[in-house]
């Protein structure tokens, strides 16, 4: 390894990517969350390493070899995921979705990926992830292993011009590969992206180099002072994107208008992941989660439900009895104030089941049914009734109904990310 100092720094650069999501994610939840979250540090390192890329592969596609049309394709691809990484410019000046994209857009952003992709589980968006993991293990992992024991096939795709990656690269091509499966359903897929942007970033450096140097093929041989001349610039390169990242970051928290935006945005991820901990048997930090969110909001009957869960897991029934009775004296004196609210019923019902008092749960259930019937005979063309019914149909266990509901919400306003997103799910939990 020593004669090969930038083999070091790359393969030091994946574990440090590798063990430093690994450890947030086991005992640093917040960090883990800006570091996979959009507009935070995360994604804007993903960012600047795609553009690094294409700025880098544009340079190497200007040198004589074969690997020209293959680099200069690379470029324009790498140019495309920047453009879509920040919404086409919508991340940064804050311009409103076109209704067009609003409408067919799963995230409702201002890009094209998430027309097939997105927060949704969809038939096509697990095939696409396929392909795209095939594709990356195919190229990161196969193709150079292959060409390194001069497989006809491989020798042939180079002879056309198609660049390997060194092997070295291999580590964050494969596991980038695995986690875009989602296997583990914790934003892997943002550690995925990253893994993949900085590997195509040292690609495109270590081309360059090969290129000026006269080597014959990444893979060739390298001598001690090349090694660590690209070394060198591997560290520039990383620590300067890694730097720019953080300035970015900070520069775009700093505007009121985007700081309510990503502050909206970290408490939504506080949440979800919360859940996330919770399926994984950690409800000790699952519940330093709800509390930071019910710092803030005390009285969010469905965080003290989650955390009443919480803490019937964890053995501590008396938190749990003094929780569940928090969430339904808040939830009654809602109750009081409109008790024709099928939203107030269905919260009851909830409180009342976590707590095992079904009978009034029932009670509930039946009330929020009539009111949701009741609201469609009304109003058959409103699309916050349908919503509504759709969720109590739900509480009722049933769901081909519900879906039903959200389905008639979500085409009566498909621009709505609440009724798309109740839509996706209905029908997910049902294939």
Known sequence: MLANPHKAVILIVFAMILGGYT?????????????????????????????????????????????????????IACSYVVLEEISWGQRIFGFETPEFLKARNL????????????????????????????????????YPLLLSRKWKIALWADKLGVAAPPLVLAPFFTVAAFFELKPLSFNEAEVAELLIAVALAMFALHQL??????????????????????????????SSIVVAAALTTAGFYSVPANKARVDNRIENGIEKFAGRYERYDRCDVANKLYEMLLRKEPDRVYILRKQAACYAELGESGKFEETVSKAIDIDL?????????????QSLVRSYRLAGDAERADAHLAEALDIGIS??????????????????????????????????????????????????AARARLN
Not at 219 to 236: A, Y
């Open 375 to 424: 609201r469609i005979m009304s109003k058959p063309d409103s699309a916050s009734a349908a919503y509504s019914y759709g969720r109590t149909l739900r509480l009722a266990g049933r769901d081909e109904e519900a879906l039903e509901q959200f389905t008639r919400a979500y085409e009566m306003k498909p621009t709505s990310s609440r009724y798309r997103s109740a839509y996706f």
């Open 23 to 75: 450890l947030m994610a086991f005992n640093y939840p917040l960090a883990y969350i800006w570091a996979t979250y959009e507009d935070l540090v995360g994604e804007w390192s993903q960012t600047y390493f795609f553009f690094a890329a294409a700025i880098l592969s544009v340079i190497v596609a200007q040198q004589k070899s074969r690997y020209r049309w293959f680099f200069a394709l690379l470029a």
């Open 333 to 345: 004196q809602k109750y009081n104030g409109e008790p024709w609210r099928a939203s107030v019923n």
């Open 107 to 142: 995230q409702g952003e201002a890009n094209l990926h998430n027309l097939f992709t997105g927060p949704h589980k969809t038939l096509l968006k697990d095939l696409i992830s396929i392909a795209v993991s095939v594709s990356i293990v195919g190229f990161g992992l196969l």
């Open 209 to 238: 180099l090969v290129s000026r140097l006269g080597l014959v093929t990444p893979n060739t041989k390298w001598n001690r002072n090349d090694s660590l001349i690209l070394g060198r610039w591997l560290i520039i390169l990383l």
